[in-house]
C-alpha cells in the first residue's frame, strides 16, 4: 500500500419557511423560555475567508433576525478542525456557544487527536456538503488534464505534491484513498489558513491543490488557477464544469465528501436544541441563502439535513471511519 507522506430539499417541521409552488409560508418560532437573553458564539474551526467561515457568516446574517440577539463569529484554525473543540467542551450546555461542524469531529475522536469522545458533541444540522476538486495553476504547462498528472508522473517518478486543510482532516485520508487507487503519489502539504493555501499554490509551492470550487471562485474568475479532476463517487458531471471528469469515471471510489454544519455541546435541554435547529432551517431556506449556495457551487448535493438525521449520521459514520481508517492502515486510539 502507498503511503503519504503527507430540485431542493426541504424538510417541513414547524417553525420554519415550507415553499410550495413558488411562494412561501412563514410560521412563528416559538423560543423556549425566553432564550436566547443573550448574545451567542460561533466557534469556526478554521481561518477567516474559508469554507466554513463564510458559511457561518451567510447563515447568520439570516438566523440572527430570528434570534433577535447577535452572534459572535470567533475563529480558532487548526488541528483539522479540531484546534477549538477544547472551547466548546468547556463551554455550558446551555446552547450558548455554537460549534462548525464537520466529519472530523468523528475522525477526530477515532484517531485520538485530543481528549473528547464524538459523544460529548451533538449536531444540530447540516448545511452544506461539499463537492471537492484537485486543481492547478493555468499557467502550469504540465498539467491540463487529469491525463496530463497521471503522464507527468509516470514520466518522472516525482512525487506531487498537494496544499490542503490539514492532517487528521476528511481531506487527508479522501486523498490516502485517492492515492491508492491511482499510480501518482503526492505529498501532502498542510495550510490550515484558506488565504495561506491559496497564495502558496498560486506562487508555486506546491504542484496541486485539494479545494471545492466556491473556496476559490475568485481564483477560477480571474482564469488563475483551473480544476483537472471532481472527486466523487458518480460520474455525473458537474453542470458549471462539462468538461472536468469525475473520479469516478476512472474507477476511483470516493465516497466520503465533506460537509458544514452546526453543532453543540452535549447535554443543551432538547427544546433549546429544538428550536435553534428550526431557525437555522428557516435562515437556510432564504432565498438570499440558497443564491449565496448557487453562486459558490454548493447546490449540487443535498444540503440541509436536520438533528435527528445528522445524530443518526453521527453514530453511523463512527463506524464507517473506524473501518476505513483500519483498512489504510491508519492506527485507531
Not at 451567542?40 to 457561518?56: E, K, M, Q, R
Not at 450546555?93 to 460529548?120: C, H, Q
Not at 444540503?303 to 476505513?324: I, L
Amino acid at each position: 500500500m502507498k503511503r503519504i507522506v503527507l430540485i431542493l430539499l426541504v424538510i417541513m417541521l414547524p417553525g420554519v419557511i415550507v415553499w410550495s409552488g413558488g411562494q412561501q409560508t412563514e410560521v412563528t418560532i416559538k423560543q423556549p423560555d425566553g432564550f436566547p437573553k443573550r448574545a451567542l458564539t460561533w466557534i469556526v474551526p478554521y481561518g477567516p475567508g474559508g469554507g466554513s467561515d463564510t458559511f457561518a457568516r451567510e447563515l447568520l446574517k439570516h438566523a440572527e433576525k430570528e434570534l433577535g440577539v447577535p452572534v459572535k463569529v470567533v475563529n480558532i484554525p487548526g488541528g483539522g478542525g479540531l484546534a477549538a473543540l477544547p472551547e466548546l467542551l468547556v463551554a455550558p450546555a446551555d446552547g450558548y456557544t455554537l460549534y462548525g461542524a464537520g466529519p472530523y469531529i468523528v475522525i477526530g475522536d477515532l484517531l485520538g487527536n485530543i481528549d473528547f469522545s464524538y459523544k460529548d458533541v451533538t449536531f444540530l444540522a447540516r448545511g452544506q456538503k461539499v463537492v471537492s476538486m484537485l486543481f492547478a495553476r493555468s499557467d502550469d504547462e504540465r498539467f491540463s488534464t487529469w491525463e496530463d498528472v497521471e503522464t507527468y508522473y509516470l514520466n518522472t517518478k516525482t512525487k506531487l505534491t498537494v496544499a490542503f486543510t490539514g492532517f487528521g482532516d476528511l481531506e487527508e485520508y479522501v486523498m490516502h484513498m485517492f492515492d491508492n487507487q491511482t499510480e501518482v503519489d503526492f505529498t501532502l502539504v498542510p495550510y490550515g489558513n484558506p488565504g495561506e493555501r491559496y497564495t502558496n499554490f498560486v506562487g508555486g509551492q506546491t504542484d496541486l491543490m485539494y479545494e471545492e470550487p466556491g473556496d476559490v471562485k475568485n481564483l477560477l474568475d480571474a482564469g488563475e488557477i483551473k480544476p483537472v479532476i471532481v472527486l466523487r463517487d458518480t460520474e455525473e458531471r458537474l453542470a458549471d464544469f462539462l468538461d472536468i471528469p469525475s473520479s469516478a469515471e476512472y474507477g476511483i471510489d470516493i465516497p466520503y465528501a465533506r460537509w458544514r454544519g452546526i453543532a453543540v455541546r452535549t447535554g443543551v435541554a432538547q427544546d433549546r436544541i429544538d428550536y435553534l435547529e428550526k431557525v437555522f432551517e428557516k435562515a437556510w431556506n432564504e432565498p438570499e441563502f440558497q443564491e449565496f449556495l448557487e453562486k459558490k457551487y454548493l447546490t449540487y448535493e443535498r444540503g440541509w439535513a436536520g438533528h435527528s438525521e445528522m445524530e443518526e449520521y453521527k453514530e453511523n459514520s463512527y463506524n464507517t471511519f473506524k473501518q476505513v481508517l483500519t483498512d489504510l492502515g491508519v492506527k485507531i486510539e
